[in-house]
């Protein structure tokens, strides 16, 4: 009997740039060594963001290798409160301007300039508006509420004149009148399945309360039509443990992901965040910079 032995495929690493004019490039840890960034090019910071960890502590399964990036176990640096490897498209992370665009309700009226883009999308009041605030350090730009249901529409945010956040509407969000569900529903999911110049999506999760089974079905649904995304666990300043069993975040995290193991053959980007303290802002920008720095040479 012959027994084939079939490489595992990375699907997740695949999937995640699909939308990208993609090169082949490989993620296997034998031949490569990780290419460092300049330390010029990483953003300044008060706390440092990139971390080495110890060889117990890496497993090459467990981490989001982006693409081109060349691996080696001993010099690879991921983003602290993350499963990322620093590759060396990491330049250009700062903010210096942002601006309100404009709201959609199709993806045809979504802005035309061909700029790359990363969607925040996530249950109603799990913190997206609250996070492009932060990662654009402006109070205000997108508007927030303790009340689920603010954001509405498609609302483009211009960064640097260079590339745009997107607030999306909530979902989730029981006492929003069914007919709005289903049109939110239909133009976010449309909007995802259609936007060319999408980058990636970045899936919010509460990190300070246990997996929704909402947000299982909705990474497994942008997992099953092939859409690129990063897992953004917000509110981890929230650390009190509630009675009932409830949990820290990074014990919600790591439920999270065990959960969404089957619906993906190596893990996605994730990383832990706050908008309150702005725990995981500078990560997520150098995720972002690496991610739209391949998009855009590719
Ligand atoms: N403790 C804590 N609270 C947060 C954090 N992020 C957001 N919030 C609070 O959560 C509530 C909802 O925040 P929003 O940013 O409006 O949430 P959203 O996901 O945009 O909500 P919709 O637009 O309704 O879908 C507000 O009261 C925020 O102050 C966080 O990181 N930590
Ligand atoms: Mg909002």
Redesign the pocket.
């Known amino acids: 009997m012959v027994v084939l032995h079939l490489p595992r495929f990375p699907l997740y690493l695949v999937t995640s740039f699909h939308s990208l004019p993609l090169r082949p490039y490989s993620t296997t840890s034998k031949t490569t060594t990780l290419l460092r960034a300049p330390k010029s090019t990483l953003v300044s910071t008060s706390e440092p963001v990139i971390a080495t960890p110890s060889p117990a502590e890496l497993s090459l399964e467990k981490l989001f290798v982006p693409p081109e990036t060349i691996v080696s176990l001993d010099s690879a640096r991921v983003l602290n409160g993350s499963n990322i490897l620093l590759s060396n498209y990491a330049n250009d992370a700062q903010v210096s301007q942002a601006e309100f665009v404009k709201s959609s309700v199709r993806t045809e009226d979504c802005p035309s300039d061909g700029l790359p883009e990363f969607a925040l999308v996530?249950r109603?009041?799990?913190?997206?508006?609250?996070?492009l605030n932060s990662l654009v350090r402006r109070k205000k730009l997108a508007l927030?509420?303790?009340k689920?249901?603010?954001?509405q529409c498609i609302n483009h945010f211009r960064v640097n004149d260079s590339w745009y956040l997107v607030?999306l509407?909530?979902y989730g969000?029981a006492s929003a009148p069914q007919e709005l569900r289903l049109d939110w529903e239909q133009f976010t999911k449309d909007y995802f399945l259609n936007r060319s110049t999408l980058v990636s999506v970045f899936l919010?999760i509460d990190a300070s309360i246990p997996a929704k089974k909402i947000d299982l079905d909705y990474a497994s649904w942008l997992g099953l039509n092939q859409i690129p995304m990063t897992l953004i666990f917000?509110?981890?300043?929230?650390r009190k443990k509630t009675r009932n069993g409830g949990k820290r975040p990074e014990e919600n995290v790591n439920d999270f992901q065990d959960l969404i193991r089957g619906f993906f053959q190596s893990v996605p980007p994730w990383i832990m965040?706050?908008?309150?303290t702005n725990q995981g802002r500078d990560e997520i920008l150098l995720h972002m910079a690496q991610l739209r720095n391949y998009w855009l040479k590719h």
Do not use: A, F, H, Q
């Not at 689920?148 to 954001?151: A, H, W």
């Not at 917000?234 to 929230?238: F, G, H, L, R, V």
């Open positions: 996530g109603s009041n799990v913190g997206k508006s609250s996070l927030t509420s303790k689920p249901g603010k954001t607030d509407p909530g969000y919010l917000t509110k981890c300043d929230k965040t706050s908008s309150v």
